[in-house]
């Protein structure tokens, strides 16, 4: 299978997203949970883009986007684990779903809040 995109090799960060981890910091309801473990086999963290790895200034609005590689049990993926994942992690996120030979993207744009800058 090759890939539709291909990220810059210093972007590369291939690291295995336990979802333990999104289940903490999104807090989502026993029935996605149920939805994860039906629905994702894994996923992996696989690129980082961002000024350090390719070389391209951040914006304002933009600091750097995340490009998570998820690995499907079933065909189709539902819409609150995206969700949920997208909630989890503060930085836009690209997501590249993988079933058996198929490959679909999908992306998350977030903007920061002008009522506080933390968020």
């Known amino acids: 299978m090759s890939p539709l995109y291909n990220f810059p090799k210093a972007a590369a960060f ?3 997203l336990a979802k333990n981890k999104i289940y903490n910091h ?3 309801s026993s029935k996605v949970k149920e939805l994860f473990v039906k629905e994702v086999e894994k996923i992996i963290w696989s ?3 961002s000024p350090a790895t390719i070389n391209l200034p951040a914006s304002d609005g933009v600091q750097e986007i995340q490009v998570f590689s998820i690995s499907l049990r079933t065909e189709e993926l539902s819409q609150a684990i995206l969700h949920t994942i997208d909630k989890a992690i503060p930085s836009p996120i690209f ?3 993988n079933y058996g ?3 679909k993207y999908a992306a998350s744009y977030k903007r920061p809040s002008e009522a506080d800058k933390s968020q």
């Open 14 to 16: 291939g690291r295995m």
């Open 26 to 28: 999104a807090t989502p």
């Open 47 to 49: 690129h980082k883009l």
């Open 95 to 97: 997501f590249e779903l």
């Open 101 to 103: 030979s198929k490959t």
